[in-house]
């Protein structure tokens, strides 16, 4: 049984956890440099800035018992009802699966359904295929990008799925700075500030992250994270841009941060095509969605096949 999954971010890795404890042959391909998705991790030399999600607070006993056995395996420690990654929050993805299945740099832009076999294509038009089993785990708008066929009625529903999108400034320097903080949350545009050397405890390295408010975001989302930042700056007064210039600036758009709405259905799953689908809107439109969906899918196709 050869299979292909599309999205290493949390309900990919996930779903390929699932699956490996039955079949060996599974590819995970990813467009990024590296697994994670919204649950990503930037490396400045040892260092680790997460600058995505920071940490995860369930609320169903399903994500709590997945975040206990994490704790069990030293990937994160809990904090009361909150668990902290050790080294990045994306560590969470990498322990999910075997970096060999990994295809990094890579996607993919067509999948095809010939002769009950998969056929995939990717933005330089290289062809992998043979596979028995595709399951794709992507934000919405980016399944009706992918050329493939798909229920007519299923493609509506998944056209009615809109996103927040969410802005985020990566500070860091190797000085001791601390941000005023307050500050910043006096202005509109930002929604979060989290303190990256705090949750660490990291010593002589001084990282922040700070996420813009989803109307901000969902303004200026069809620019560039470059520009963006330019219109974030002009924003400020003169005081808080003399606070960013005293670190690193690394911008960041999360075009696709927050479901707005979710399909009433759990997962995807069409036997005849040997395809599934899982993701953050699927029954709730948050983190427990994209948990849930991508472990149901591997629980009812791991018993079905």
């Not at 983190?287 to 079905?304: D, Q, R």
Request: with cysteine.
């Amino acid at each position: 049984m050869k299979i292909a999954i599309i999205g290493a971010g949390l309900s990919g890795c996930n779903l390929y956890n699932n699956l490996r404890e039955k079949y060996e042959n599974i590819t995970i391909f990813e467009k990024s440099r590296g697994v994670g998705g919204r649950l990503s991790t930037k490396y400045i030399e040892d260092k680790f800035i997460d600058h995505g999600t920071s940490s995860l607070v369930p609320i169903t006993d399903d994500l709590k018992l997945f975040c206990l056995d994490l704790v069990k395996n030293g990937v994160l420690k809990a904090k009361y009802d909150e668990f902290i990654p050790k080294n990045g929050i994306n560590s969470i993805c990498k322990f999910l699966i075997d970096e060999k299945d990994l295809v990094k740099n890579t996607k993919i832009i067509k999948a095809q359904n010939f002769n009950n076999k998969w056929i995939l294509q990717d933005e330089n038009h290289k062809i992998y295929e043979d596979f028995d089993l595709l399951f794709i785990s992507i934000p919405a708008p980016q399944i009706l990008e992918l050329d493939i066929e798909l229920p007519n009625d299923f493609k509506q529903k998944v056209a009615n799925i809109k996103y927040d999108s969410v802005f985020s400034v990566i500070l860091y320097s190797n000085k001791n700075i601390k941000l005023d903080q307050n500050r910043f949350y006096e202005n509109p545009d930002i929604e979060n500030i989290i303190d990256n050397s705090k949750k660490y405890g990291l010593k002589d390295f001084s990282s922040y992250i700070i996420h813009s408010s989803r109307e901000f975001a969902n303004c200026v989302n069809h620019k560039s994270k470059e520009n963006i930042y330019e219109i974030f700056l002009e924003n400020l007064d003169e005081e808080l841009q003399e606070e960013l210039n005293k670190f690193e600036v690394i911008p960041h758009l999360w075009k696709y941060a927050f479901a707005k709405s979710s399909l009433d259905m759990p997962y995807f799953l069409n036997n005849e095509k040997n395809l599934g689908i899982c993701g953050d809107y699927f029954n709730y439109n948050n983190l427990e969605a994209t948990f849930l969906s991508s472990e149901l899918l591997g629980n009812v196709t791991f018993n079905n096949l």
